[in-house]
């Protein structure tokens, strides 16, 4: 008799296990939700972004030093202060783009990737495309040129100019 008595107070009864499962369960439940994965893979391509838009730019401020300060024909040709969206595609590049409203004609500046400046243009990670990049660009009459992300999802705006 006092065997068994000995094998019943060292396991755990059903009930016990049940309730650690459950709050393990409640547990793992409050943490996914307070980590918001949604939120995370929002900030990781916004991140990608941040980086595309300054490796844009670090690549048009090296090829115009290394041109004696002449913009990429395609940056020169760009009328001042208005905002294209960068890709190969001839026209409607003007949809598309929810931070700026863009030109009919897109910006191609695929001379950067053939002349090494860039490995190849940027393309969004939400579903950019070569024709349509889902960058823009922007040359001011002073010169200054910015580059930026059309649709940024966790940050209020992504660009970058120089």
Same mark, same amino acid.
């Given at each position: 008799?006092? @065997?068994?008595?000995?094998?019943?107070?060292?396991?755990?009864?059903?009930?016990? +296990?049940?309730?650690?499962?459950?709050?393990?369960?409640?547990?793992?439940?409050? &943490? $996914?939700?307070?980590?918001?994965?949604?939120?995370? $893979?929002?900030?990781?391509?916004?991140?990608?972004?941040?980086?595309? &838009?300054? @490796?844009?730019?670090?690549?048009?401020?090296?090829?115009?030093?290394? @041109?004696? #300060?002449? !913009? =990429?024909? *395609?940056?020169?040709?760009?009328?001042?202060? =208005? !905002?294209?969206?960068?890709?190969?595609?001839?026209?409607?590049?003007?949809? #598309?783009?929810?931070?700026?409203?863009?030109?009919?004609?897109?910006?191609? +500046?695929?001379? +950067?990737?053939?002349?090494? !400046?860039?490995?190849?243009?940027? &393309?969004?990670?939400?579903?950019?495309? +070569?024709?349509?990049?889902? !960058?823009?660009?922007?040359?001011?009459?002073? #010169?200054?040129?910015? &580059?930026?992300?059309?649709?940024?999802? *966790?940050?209020?705006?992504?660009?970058?100019?120089?």
């Amino acid at each position: 008799m006092s @065997n068994m008595r000995k094998l019943n107070k060292d396991g755990f009864t059903l009930i016990e +296990l049940l309730i650690v499962i459950a709050v393990i369960a409640i547990l793992a439940a409050v &943490v $996914f939700v307070a980590l918001d994965p949604l939120q995370r $893979f929002q900030e990781a391509r916004d991140s990608q972004r941040w980086s595309d &838009v300054n @490796n844009m730019v670090g690549a048009i401020t090296t090829d115009q030093v290394d @041109n004696g #300060g002449a !913009y =990429l024909a *395609a940056i020169t040709a760009l009328t001042s202060d =208005l !905002y294209y969206q960068i890709g190969t595609d001839g026209a409607a590049c003007d949809a #598309g783009c929810t931070a700026q409203t863009t030109q009919a004609a897109c910006a191609d +500046l695929t001379g +950067l990737a053939t002349e090494g !400046y860039l490995g190849s243009i940027p &393309v969004d990670p939400s579903g950019g495309t +070569l024709a349509k990049s889902d !960058y823009y660009i922007q040359r001011a009459a002073t #010169g200054i040129v910015t &580059v930026g992300a059309c649709d940024p999802e *966790a940050a209020a705006a992504i660009s970058t100019s120089r």
